[in-house]
């Protein structure tokens, strides 16, 4: 049986921060793993002071970042689809999204090229985010409104019939990469073992943002073998991560002491899947799901 996942993301450069070690991992196991961008990423700023594309940046950032997608894949290996939506941006507050972006078009409309890819893959698992969007980018919120409503319009043959025969994912998960159990293991790991590093007092301010969410993660996946990886897919998007920063590149190998995992929460299982879990697909083998 061939094992599929299909991750949906808001913009290209989301597939590397949020799980690319967990794609890594299945690929090199031969299981069929798809990224989904909603968006092209055209309204994002550069984040990187150093961009030696800045030029092209500043002319054409739609291209750049394709460019940079194409190599965080090569990095990994996952296949990739566009979803073919205009990036909404991050308006200010009390700002309207931009017309005929992805977050304002109708939810009914901007499904169906996804219940297309949902039905032609036949994945098993889907990995989104949460109805927060893990943080209130009307992108990313978009994202999660538009996975869950193809996911169960892509199960239902009377539901946009010119897109393939019906196909039913037997598991959904949200990504919990950022979650408080993990900053608080690196945190404790850096004081018992480098005094000195300065991401201690990232780490303190990332627990203050952390400490009030309850834990929902029922599943890790090790990603130990896979966090080099996982750094040259996020260092593809140039424009948006620093090569150095912070936020994104810990030291690896105090990670694979302190929390070698990325962390996702099952929130749908169609099949016999007890957590805490180590695979997103435990319990698809046993089922015999095709």
Not at 120 to 141: A, F, K, M, S, W
Not at 154 to 176: F, H, N
């Amino acid at each position: 049986m061939t094992l599929r996942l299909l991750a949906v993301h808001a913009h290209p450069d989301d597939e590397s921060s949020k799980g690319a070690g967990t794609y890594a991992r299945y690929v090199e196991t031969g299981a069929e793993v798809t990224i989904v961008s909603c968006t092209g990423g055209e309204r994002g700023d550069i984040q990187n002071d150093a961009l030696s594309e800045k030029a092209m940046a500043d002319r054409d950032m739609a291209g750049l970042r394709r460019i940079e997608m194409a190599r965080a894949q090569a990095a990994v290996g996952f296949a990739h689809r566009w979803l073919g939506f205009q990036d909404s941006g991050l308006p200010e507050n009390g700002e309207p999204i931009p017309p005929n972006c992805f977050a304002d078009i109708p939810l009914e409309i901007s499904a169906e090229p996804l219940v297309k890819i949902i039905r032609e893959l036949r994945p098993q698992v889907l990995v989104t985010y949460d109805e927060n969007g893990g943080y209130p980018h009307p992108d990313h919120i978009r994202a999660h409104e538009i996975s869950i409503y193809a996911m169960e319009a892509a199960a239902d043959p009377e539901r946009y019939p010119d897109a393939g025969a019906a196909w039913q994912i037997s598991k959904v998960y949200y990504d919990r990469i950022f979650n408080t159990e993990r900053m608080r293991a690196m945190y404790e790991h850096l004081v018992a073992d480098e005094p000195d590093s300065p991401l201690i007092a990232q780490f303190e301010e990332m627990l203050g943002w952390f400490e009030d969410r309850p834990s929902v993660v029922t599943t890790h996946i090790d990603v130990a073998d896979h966090l080099e990886t996982r750094d040259r897919a996020l260092r593809a998007h140039s424009s948006q991560v620093p090569p150095d920063s912070p936020f994104f590149f810990w030291p690896n190998d105090a990670q694979r002491i302190a929390w070698p995992f990325e962390d996702f929460e099952l929130v749908t299982s169609l099949v016999d899947a007890p957590t805490p879990e180590t695979d997103l697909f435990a319990g698809i083998i046993d089922e015999g799901t095709p």
